[in-house]
Each structure stands twice: as C-alpha cells, then as structure tokens.
C-alpha cells in the first residue's frame, strides 16, 4: 500500500517541467489521497500535475468527490482486468517520481510512521503509475506489489519502484511487469516523534 508521499526534487534530471505549477524541487512532506502530484509521462519525459485518486474517463458524476472508490493504489498484478484501470492500462502509463513514503507499524491508536527512500545518493524513487483524464481533470494512481523483504514486516504491499531499465518498459507498455519493483534498493527509518505521528495521521 501507498498512502502517504513527499514531494520528489526534479533538480537536475532531463524532465521538461513547463506544464506544472508545483514546486520541482520539493517541499511538502504529507501527500495524500486526492491531492495533487507530480508524474511524468511522453517521451521525452513531460511532468504534469495531476490528482492522486484515479478517476475513469467514463464515470458520469459532477464532481471527483462522487467518484467513492479507493483508487489511490492498484495492483500491477491484475489491474488490466479490472473495469476501472483497463483503458488506461498500457496507453495510461506513467511515473509518479517521490522523494520517499510512509508505512506504518504498531496497533491502532499508537501507530508510528516509518519512512521509505532511495538507498545511497538517489534524490528520487520513481513509481509506476497509471494516469486518466476525467473530464478536464488528470487524475492518476500508484501501483502496488507483493511487499519485498525489506519492507514485509511493516505490509504485505509496497508501492512499485521502477530501475531504469523497468521505467522505459513501464511507459513502453510492457505487459510483462509483475515482477517490475523487486530490484530498487530502499532505506528506511522509523520517524522521530516531534509532532510528526500526528501530523502524518
């Protein structure tokens, strides 16, 4: 699972960042569901903004508060067969670039943030996604597999973290990608209690 990102730094990578509003090179520590992200998508690579909760193209509401699902994840496993990522499976790619996420431990009412980044000197962890278009509003979600070891004690899912070679395959359209996401080496530590536990609530 995938429910709470920081804002990637796009300093210094070949991205073209003319079409967002949103600060490239990070500063918000506590993305969730329904608000705005960065991903990347076309070749060569284009960021745009859209928001994190996929909303199909064919939905009929007024509003994306209408739209009830929990969309924020989905699974590269079986996503292709499922009615609301199936248009967009191999012409919706794309890549949602994070600094880092959140995963948590401990029982309910005293649960502590763990957070997840990039081992050694990479800025950013680069997420397979899926994006569509509602209306006039870009929405997308994360990907999601079986948990590796280094993060199966905390949930048995962890977002999809592309190496180079699996991100060109992600946006080509690959259709052999269950395996993609095993191989991006990750640190984490669990977050010091400064008011943080609260805020990342």
């Not at 490239?24 to 859209?50: C, D, Q, S």
């Not at 957070?115 to 990907?143: K, Q, V, Y």
């Amino acid at each position: 699972m995938c429910g709470r990102i920081i804002d990637p730094n796009l300093r210094n990578t070949e991205v073209n960042m003319s079409q967002i509003k949103l600060d490239p090179f990070g500063g918000r520590f506590n993305i969730k569901p329904t608000e705005t992200v960065v991903i990347l998508a076309k070749r060569p690579l284009m960021a745009m903004e859209a928001r994190w909760g996929l909303i199909p193209s064919w939905f009929d509401g007024a509003n994306p508060r209408d739209w009830k699902a929990a969309t924020f994840n989905a699974r590269i496993e079986d996503a292709r067969e499922k009615p609301t990522f199936r248009q967009v499976w191999r012409h919706g790619r794309c890549l949602v670039p994070v600094g880092g996420f959140y995963e948590w431990s401990g029982p309910k009412g005293a649960r502590r943030p763990h957070f997840f980044h990039p081992a050694g000197n990479e800025a950013n962890l680069f997420l397979a996604g899926l994006a569509s278009r509602w209306r006039d509003l870009l929405t997308c979600t994360i990907m999601t597999r079986a948990a590796t070891d280094a993060m199966g004690c905390l949930h048995d899912r962890m977002p999809v973290a592309l190496n180079v070679d699996e991100r060109d395959a992600w946006l080509s359209g690959a259709d052999d990608v269950a395996d993609h996401g095993a191989l991006v080496a990750l640190d984490h530590r669990a977050v010091a209690p400064f008011g943080l536990n609260r805020l990342l609530k």
